[in-house]
């Protein structure tokens, strides 16, 4: 089992950047691929970023594309989000979270396909 806690959130300025962080415990986390999702109130859930489990695959959404890289440190059970060039649109909650499976290079954008979830930081930027 995997347990996830994010952190880095908070009020920035539009144009500005933040690091997120999702420590997880556990020592298999280093064979999950990971995402980071977003819900803003009223909203679904929606895709961020993913990572593969060995860190060699990435993939984007289309709205932070060019903007946020996700990464991570296996050594230190952390996958982060780092955003730059901030837009009132990403105000939301951030959540990281694991694939149901080990191992796998396929990375997937709905949440369904995810097993372990973190709590959620706050991200909002002020126009």
């Known amino acids: 089992q995997v347990q996830l806690v994010e952190s880095g959130g908070g009020l920035v300025q539009a144009g500005g950047s933040l690091r997120l962080a999702c420590a997880a415990s556990g020592r298999t986390f280093s064979t999950y691929s990971m995402g980071w999702f977003r819900q803003a109130p009223g909203k679904e859930r929606d895709f961020v970023a993913a990572i593969s489990w060995s860190g060699d695959h990435t993939y984007y959404a289309d709205s932070v594309k060019g903007r946020f890289t996700i990464s991570r440190d296996n050594a230190k059970n952390t996958v982060y989000l780092q955003m730059n060039s901030l837009k009132p649109e990403d105000t939301a909650v951030y959540y990281c979270?694991?694939?149901?499976?080990?191992?796998?290079?396929?990375?997937?954008?709905?949440?369904?396909?995810?097993?372990?979830w973190g709590q959620g930081t706050q991200v909002t930027v002020s126009s």
């Open positions: 979270a694991a694939d149901r499976v080990t191992y796998s290079n396929v990375l997937y954008t709905t949440p369904a396909r995810y097993q372990y």
